[in-house]
């Protein structure tokens, strides 16, 4: 389509306003300055707005969002500024929402999308794919915390837990890596309170073989590639195999 449509629908301005920024530079097309308004460009071209990347109006939208502290994992809150509201400027008209959750004190990958399908599909409990966590505990790891979660966890509620993955984490005894493959309110500091251990820092630094890229920081999003959707459904149970990410 003509890039003046494609600017206008996807960054939801007027073509005459989406045609006079065009001509005045601030229109990208595969990152390259575009000042034509007639150039044909598809809507899977990776197209910026004064900086900011657009999605055309007719594909869903995949974000990767470094949640901050103190920010909540909703679409719309009469309290808290909510992961939505990080990218709301950027797509005022999208009705986007997290695919997962992540607890108020808690930071790290939260998927914003627009794809109800692909988060039904990503948290459906037969289809559930693997989320890690770095974990800072007040009490060192043990091997019978390592053992009671491969073995699946036994909530103080009676709730029996799926198998999770623990393994010494980089900073410490105290620190650990979790891999679960469900997703239960509280679960990972429920947990390990069966052992008498309180979780202080819980961070998701990956969801399925797709890696946070750190270098967002806290609050920062992007766009994923086509290809780094894929990795969120792929190896469902391949969890500790790092794997480079690419910002665009």
């Known amino acids: 389509m003509r890039l003046d449509k494609f600017v206008a629908q996807a960054a939801q301005i007027t073509r005459s306003e989406a045609r006079k920024g065009i001509r005045a530079g601030a229109v990208t097309v595969e990152g390259t300055v575009c000042t034509r308004a007639e150039t044909d460009v598809a809507e899977t071209a990776a197209v910026t707005w004064e900086g900011r990347p657009l999605a055309y109006a007719g594909r869903y939208v995949y974000l990767m969002l470094d949640k901050p502290k103190g920010v909540v994992s909703a679409s719309e809150d009469g309290r808290d500024v909510t992961v939505v509201d990080l990218v709301r400027d950027a797509y005022p008209r999208r009705q986007l929402f997290p695919a997962g959750r992540l607890d108020k004190t808690s930071t790290g990958f939260v998927l914003l999308t627009d794809d109800g399908a692909f988060a039904h599909d990503i948290l459906a409990p ?22 009671g979660f491969a073995n699946g966890v036994t909530l103080a509620d009676g709730q029996t837990m799926l198998p999770a993955q623990v393994l010494p984490g980089e900073n410490g005894p105290c620190s650990a890596v979790v891999v679960l493959h469900q997703g239960v309110y509280h679960q990972i500091k429920r947990m390990f309170g069966v052992y008498g251990a309180g979780v202080r820092e819980l961070r998701r630094v990956a969801i399925g073989q797709l890696w946070l890229d750190e270098r967002l920081g806290p609050g920062g999003w992007r766009e994923l590639t086509a290809e780094e959707v894929e990795k969120i459904t792929a190896g469902r149970l391949q969890t500790f195999q790092k794997t480079n990410t690419t910002a665009r």
């Open 126 to 147: 037969r289809r559930h794919v693997p989320k890690t966590y770095q974990v800072e505990l007040d009490t060192p790891l043990t091997a019978e915390m390592v053992e």
